[in-house]
């Protein structure tokens, strides 16, 4: 059985920090039994979470119902911090994420 990565981290940005706050958002993973150590769900002030949004590539805009609209990216980075792949899609990215996390694993654990 090939190794699977044990280092992974997924992060969810709320671009609504004036209303997801972070007890809403601790209850939110809890709904749906994100285990905090692999699961993190953050927000931020306004400006913090547009300068991540703009460094994603990820565009957003209060809608006239008062929700967000907002493209979508899944992104993942190295254990060296360094970008290896971005999903400009969402949907189901199972197989494509693993992909990229096998990947990893792959040049991380090379012998010296």
Known sequence: MESVPTNW???SVSFDGANDTPA????????YNADPRR???WTGPPEQVAELARQSDVS???GPEGF???????????????????FPV????TEGIVSEM???LSVTN???
């Open 68 to 86: 967000f609209e907002h493209n979508f990216r899944t992104l993942i980075i190295d254990p060296s911090g360094k970008l290896q792949m971005a």
């Open 24 to 31: 809403l958002l601790k209850a939110y993973g809890e709904r």
């Open 90 to 93: 969402g949907g189901d990215l």
């Open 60 to 62: 957003f805009k209060k």
């Open 39 to 41: 699961w993190s769900f």
């Open 9 to 11: 981290h997924f992060l």
């Open 110 to 112: 090379k012998p010296s």
């Open 102 to 104: 096998l990947k990893v």
